[in-house]
């Protein structure tokens, strides 16, 4: 019988050597003075369990590149203890874990190897890999010669195949194009229950769709952890966390459609003004809402905000409160939002 956990973090730090000027020698050289080391991690503890599907959230350069090459064994902690009960296969951002100088047929025989199961990695295996990785021409390539979401396509592919029961994603979807990212959102969501799988993306429409449980890291240090309902986790985030999903209804059509990635701050309720477009999620809606600000009322005890979608202007305005706003939109599809 399989342990009930299949990773947990008990008090875990992580430091590098932040001086550059150090001679090779100190490279090698774990004592470092507190003012020559930039913390990486700091007191990080956590478990999941085993058939968990876990979303990681957090800011760039918050510490989850670092958590991943912790659990994946090709950091170690400085301090704390790490517990992995099961085989990893780490997907990290870009691919990065492939051998530039090498052919992705070779990559793939090469991380099969690392991940134990090169004795069991037949011709179908292989065939499947490199048609799921849609590489078939570039296959026998070196891997310097690949695009950035060939090099991610690859190693998802590897890694999906592969007998490892524990599978890290490291923003492993964001350099596919939209055909590569739906077939992938389908093989991990049939993986659900079956492997243990840490996400991280900053996409919250995609981990609302695969994750049952969020954790926030911020600072170095896990912030906290929520069972998702989506929408109640994003009312959480600290002021100014900057995140992005995409818009499910044409409410604010023309200028959002559905489908559209809109980028989210977390400004401030007291700091909106009128026609700024928000972010809000509301009782009995599974789906984010995109509306205009229309009015804002105040009072001695609190603050009332009404909103409507462009689309919709007939419609009885909805309100936002601080229970359920989610954010400012400041850029649509990549592009800077202009009211």
């Known amino acids: 019988m399989s342990p009930s956990s299949a990773i947990i973090f008990d008090g875990v730090s992580k430091f590098f050597n932040a001086d550059k000027g150090k001679q090779l020698k100190n490279l090698f050289n774990h004592q470092f003075n507190s003012a020559d080391r930039y913390v990486a991690l700091k007191d990080v503890s956590f478990t999941i369990k085993t058939g968990e599907c876990v979303g990681l959230n957090g800011s760039n350069g918050a510490g989850k590149s670092t ?33 530039p100088e090498l052919s ?124 998702t309902n989506i929408g109640l986790f994003l009312t959480k985030l600290p002021i100014d966390h900057e995140f992005f999903c995409k818009a499910t209804s044409n409410s604010m059509w023309p200028i959002i459609k559905k489908g559209d990635s809109v980028g989210i701050k977390k400004v401030a309720l007291e700091k909106l003004k009128i026609d700024d477009v928000v972010m809000f999620s509301f009782k009995n809606i599974s789906q984010v809402i995109i509306h205009r600000i229309v009015e804002i009322k105040t009072s001695k005890h609190q603050l009332q905000i009404l909103t409507k979608g462009d689309f919709a202007d007939q419609i009885d305005p909805w309100q936002v409160e601080i229970d359920n706003y989610l954010g400012k939109v400041i850029k649509i599809n990549n592009r800077l939002f202009e009211k």
């Open 67 to 99: 958590l991943f090459r912790l659990i994946a064994g090709i950091y170690q902690p400085d301090s704390g203890l790490i517990t992995v009960n099961g085989q990893v296969a780490p997907v990290l951002e870009l691919g990065s874990g492939l051998h």
């Open 104 to 227: 992705g047929i070779d990559n793939i025989n090469l991380y099969a190897s690392i991940l134990g199961y090169w004795q069991n990695l037949d011709q179908k295996i292989i065939k499947k890999i490199i048609n799921f990785s849609q590489l078939n021409e570039f296959i026998f390539n070196p891997i310097r010669t690949y695009s950035t979401g060939m090099r991610a396509r690859l190693a998802f592919s590897i890694a999906i195949h592969s007998n490892a029961k524990i599978m890290l994603f490291d923003e492993a979807l964001s350099a596919g194009d939209s055909d590569f990212n739906f077939r992938a959102l389908r093989e991990i969501k049939k993986l659900i229950g079956r492997k243990t799988i840490l996400i991280s993306s900053h996409n919250f429409g995609l981990l609302q769709q695969i994750c049952g449980r969020m954790i926030t890291i911020e600072n170095k240090t896990i912030q906290k952890t929520s069972e």
